[in-house]
């Protein structure tokens, strides 16, 4: 590809410079995004190729235009391989993305105003779980469940309790900023006790339960959507895999009932991610992934940092900065100026704002994709202490910053574009 961004640059060079100044940037800090990778340069290749230029409305072999015959066999590939991967009946992979995937799957079992449990955004949850101000929330009655205030656990008798009283056509789980392991299997099992839908939104996890480092939610649940690009390492998008029975009412509500034409440059990019994410070295890596975490989080609570639910059993962090005496705001902005890159976030009981909220959110899969290890882990955490107590000095700003710098150029990325 070496050369390809040269070719833009001759034609079109306000847009090339912007490109390449996001290539710098990702190559230059320390990306700490939770649901953010880095995908492979093939991934890469075949997001980026011809499969944008085919419209393809319909599924293989079934086709509303001709000419699908390399489209039919890439979806279809894409497929095998995702039912590989998780052990799964049955799988749409043409979803946009994470959220209308959800959408999606409420269109295909619920009615207008079918109550439904979710987790809360403030707790851990999704806007698509049920959020008043989402289409979620707005056309269906959900009830959202929390976090526990002492553990910042989640409480399954709690959630039965809440499901027998509510009796909810569907019960959801899977978080956006929950650090501990989630226990699928009891919430099917609150789900058959009261005859609901169970449904599980695994995205954050994908890579994780892909590699068998977190517990699976197949094949007992009923359907199960994820994005494609956060811990999976594939391209944007998104997936819903389901039991038989609920492929056809699945499909139907992707196309026609939501969507149009589906992207096949990210269906191509999915298919080439899940080959990787088939191979040992996946295995491996998602491992490598909680490891750095665990050691990130021992190191920085080691240095004074509040974690919630005391620490992780996965990807991410969620750090309450409240003793710090610092805002999740202040800090995102302050770790950026050194080029750590992270997002503020709400903690469970959050007395703060969503817009300043009191926490961070900190994963380690970019990381780990770059092939740091857990001793790059433990100076990361210094680094961030440092800049976060040394706030006022400069001095200190301009020495992180040069070993950040240094950190970045020891793991490369991106050398070949
Ligand atoms: C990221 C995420 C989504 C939304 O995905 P988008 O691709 O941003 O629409 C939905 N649910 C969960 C749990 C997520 O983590």
């Known amino acids: ?74 979806e279809i590939l894409a497929q095998e391989r995702a039912k590989e991967l998780f052990g799964a009946e049955h799988v749409n992979v ?80 899977g978080a956006t900023a929950y650090p501990r392991e989630i226990d699928f299997k009891i919430f099917h099992e609150i789900a058959e006790e009261i005859g609901a839908i169970s449904m599980v939104d695994m995205s954050h996890i994908a890579g994780l339960i ?49 969507q149009g034409g589906p992207h096949n440059h990210t269906t191509a990019g999915m298919t080439v991610a899940f080959g990787e994410a088939l191979k040992p070295e996946f295995k491996e890596y998602a491992k490598q992934i909680v490891k750095n975490c665990k050691t990130l989080a021992e190191e920085l609570t080691n240095r004074g940092m509040n974690l919630v639910s005391g620490g992780t059993d996965n990807h991410l962090i969620l750090a ?29 009981y959050d007395k703060r704002s969503p817009f300043d909220p009191s926490g961070i959110r900190i994963g380690t899969a970019g990381l780990t994709t770059r092939g740091m290890k857990e001793s790059e882990m433990k100076l990361l955490a210094e680094l961030m202490m440092k800049t976060l107590k040394n706030k006022d000095s400069k001095d200190y700003k301009l020495k992180v910053k040069q070993e950040v710098k240094q950190l970045c150029e020891d793991f490369p990325i991106y050398n070949d574009l």
């Open 1 to 74: 590809m070496k050369g390809e961004y040269k070719k833009l640059r001759e034609k079109d060079k306000k847009a090339s410079d912007i490109l390449v100044n996001e290539l710098k940037r990702q190559q230059s800090t320390l990306g700490l995004i939770a649901s953010e990778n880095f995908v492979s340069t093939n991934v890469l290749r075949a997001t980026g190729s011809v499969f944008t230029n085919k419209y393809s409305e319909g599924y293989p072999a079934k086709r509303y235009y001709g000419g699908n015959k390399y489209v039919d066999e890439i």
């Open 94 to 173: 043409q979803p946009y993305s994470g959220s209308p995937a959800n959408l999606e799957v409420y269109f295909a079992v619920l009615n207008h105003g079918d109550k439904v449990l979710g987790m809360n955004l403030a707790h851990g949850g999704h806007l698509t779980h049920g959020h008043p101000i989402n289409f979620s929330g707005k056309t269906y009655k959900f009830i959202q469940y929390g976090v526990d205030k002492k553990t910042h656990l989640i409480d399954y008798d709690e959630i039965r309790k809440l499901a027998k009283k509510e009796k909810p056509k569907l019960i959801l789980s």
């Open 210 to 258: 892909a590699a068998k480092v977190h517990p699976s939610p197949f094949p007992f649940t009923d359907i199960i959507t994820t994005t494609t690009h956060k811990t999976l390492r594939g391209p944007r998008g998104a997936m819903i895999l389901c039991k038989e029975k609920f492929a056809k009412d699945i499909d139907r509500a992707v196309f026609p009932g939501m």
């Open 320 to 348: 309450d900065l409240t003793s710090l005496n610092i805002s999740g705001k202040e800090a995102e902005s302050l770790l950026e100026e050194v080029g750590i890159i992270v997002n503020k976030n709400m903690v469970p």
